[in-house]
C-alpha cells in the first residue's frame, strides 16, 4: 500500500541521515560507540574501496590488503591488533571485496526475499492469530523470520558476526523458510495438481538431493580436512609453544601446513618458532613464504628486520625497519631499532632525528636519552 511504501522510506532516510552523522562527525558519542577503533578501521577499509569501487579487490582479501590502506593513528588506540581480519560492518566488507555490483547482489538477494515475505504476510495483518483461520500461523512465522533477519542485518553495521561459522548458517536457513512459507500459497490445491506435481517433484527431487549430497560430502570433507584437522593440530602447536616445546610446536606446525598450505598464521608461528631456537635462515625463509599469502600480516616486517639485525645484515634489516614504520609510525621499538642502526653506521644526524621522535612518544624512554649523547646532542 502507499502508506506502507511512505513509512518504509522513511525509515530509510532516518537510518540515512544517521550514518552520515556518525562517519561525517567526530562527536563523542560516534567514539563511544565505535570505541575509536572501529571507526578508524572503517575509514582505512573506505580507502581501499575508492582505489577498487566496482568489483573490489576480491573476496576474502581484506586482510591481505587492509596493512597499506589502515590509518597510522589505529595504532594510538587502547584495544588494537595488529592484524585487521574484517571491517567490522559487513556492508563495507563486501563493499571493499566485491565493490558495488557485489553489494547490489547482495542487497537485491536480501530485498527480494522480504518482498515474498510481506506479500505473503502484509504489515496490516491483525495479530494475534485468530484459531480457525487458514495460513495465519504461516504469517505469524514469517513476520518473525523476517524480524531475526532484520536484526541479523542490522547487528552486522557493528560487528562481523556474518565472517563466522553460525551465523551466516541461521541467516540462510531463515531466508529459505521465508521463501518456503511465502510460496506455499502459490500451490494448486486440486487433487489432480498436486498428483500430477509429486510425481514429477519426487523423482526432481531424488536426483538433486542426492546430487547436493554428493557435492556437500565432497565439500565437507575437504573443509573438515582444513578446519578441523588443520585447526586441531595448530591447537597442539601452541600447546606446545606454552610449554617451551618449540621443537614439539615446530611439528605440529609443518602438520597444519602439510593439511592447509595457504595458512598465513602457521607460517607467522613457525618462522617465530624458528627463531626462538636461533635457527635464523629457516626463519626467514618461512617469514617470506607468508607475504605471498598476507603482505604485512600482524608484525611480520618487524620480526623480518629484528632477524637481520641479528645475523649483522644492516641494509636488508634497515629496509625492513622502514616498512615496519611505514605501517606504524609510532612504535617505539621500531623507531629505536632504527637509529640503532643509524648509530652503528656513524650517521648521527639521522639516528638523532629518531631518538627524538622516540622522546616525542615517550619522553622517559632510556635508550633514547642515553644514546643521544653519542649523536652529539
Known sequence: ????????????????????????????????????????????????????????????????????????????????????????????????ESGVFGLFLFISFIFFIFREGFKYH????????????????????????????????????????????FTPILLFFALGLVVSYSKGKMRDPSPKAQGDTRKFSSR?????????????????????RKDVVAGF????????????????????????????????????????AYGVLKKYDQALSTYEKVYPLSPHYAQIDKNMAVLYYTEGRLSASLSYFRQAEKLNPYDVDVLCSIASIFIIKKEFPKAKFYLKRVLALDAKNSYALRNLKKTGN
Open 122 to 165: 502484509p504489515p496490516h495483518y491483525p495479530l494475534p492469530l485468530r484459531e480457525g483461520k487458514r495460513g495465519e500461523g504461516e504469517r505469524a512465522i514469517i513476520i518473525g523470520l523476517l524480524s531475526g533477519i532484520l536484526a541479523i542485518l542490522m547487528d552486522n553495521l557493528l560487528s562481523t558476526n556474518l565472517r563466522q561459522s
Open 204 to 224: 526432481f527431487s531424488a536426483l538433486i538431493f542426492s546430487l547436493l549430497i554428493l557435492f556437500l560430502s565432497l565439500a565437507g570433507f575437504n573443509t573438515v
Open 233 to 272: 593440530y595448530l591447537k597442539k602447536s601452541l600447546e606446545a609453544r606454552l610449554k617451551k616445546n618449540f621443537p614439539q610446536s615446530i611439528a605440529y606446525y609443518k602438520k597444519t601446513i602439510s593439511i592447509d598450505k595457504f595458512n598465513p598464521i602457521a607460517y607467522y608461528k613457525l618462522a617465530f
Open 1 to 96: 500500500s502507499r502508506n506502507r511504501k511512505i513509512a518504509l522510506l522513511k525509515t530509510f532516510f532516518i537510518l540515512f541521515f544517521l550514518f552520515l552523522i556518525s562517519y561525517f562527525s567526530n562527536f563523542y558519542f560516534v567514539d563511544q560507540i565505535t570505541g575509536n577503533v572501529r571507526f578508524l578501521v572503517w575509514k582505512g577499509t573506505l580507502k581501499m574501496i575508492k582505489v577498487h569501487p566496482f568489483l573490489g579487490w576480491g573476496p576474502g582479501t581484506l586482510s591481505l590488503h587492509y596493512p597499506n590502506y589502515r590509518l597510522p593513528d589505529y595504532f594510538l588506540q587502547k584495544a588494537v591488533a595488529p592484524i585487521t581480519d574484517h571491517a567490522h560492518c559487513e556492508y563495507l566488507e563486501i563493499l571493499a
